[in-house]
């Protein structure tokens, strides 16, 4: 399975990024797709999530300001940032959990793409 993240890059605070992500590989179901992200100095945190049912889940920091969407037909998530501040400066990693066989039994199983860096200019 093979993640591939784009669109970060440098943005003026209160302006608007857009990051994608697309899965590609041997595949029966996407549980989840979801963007993390690391800010210097500190922990891996969950940003946005998005199941099969298309239910998203989002952190505090971004409720309101940020949208997980999906392209199912794609295999691809999207991470809509708006209203971008200093503090969501961070390196962006995309993240899926998927199942290779079928729904019988455990079977998932966690990738992760590259990390893009968001940076915003205050």
């Known amino acids: 399975v093979q993640l591939q993240a784009s669109g970060g890059g440098l943005v003026q605070a209160g302006g608007s990024l857009r990051l994608s992500c697309e899965v590609s590989?041997?595949?029966?179901?996407?549980?989840?797709m979801g963007w993390y992200r690391q800010a210097p100095g500190k922990q891996r945190e969950l940003v946005a999530l998005?199941?099969?049912?298309?239910?998203?889940t989002y952190a505090d920091s971004v409720k309101g300001r940020f949208t997980i969407f999906r392209a199912h037909a794609e295999n691809t998530a999207y991470l809509q940032m708006n209203s971008m501040k200093p503090e969501d400066i961070a390196v962006y990693y995309c993240g899926v959990q998927v199942r290779h066989g079928s729904f019988l039994g455990p079977d998932e199983h966690d990738y992760w793409g590259q990390g893009t860096l968001v940076t915003v200019s205050s």
């Open positions: 590989g041997s595949i029966f179901h996407i549980n989840f």
């Open positions: 998005i199941k099969s049912d298309g239910a998203p």
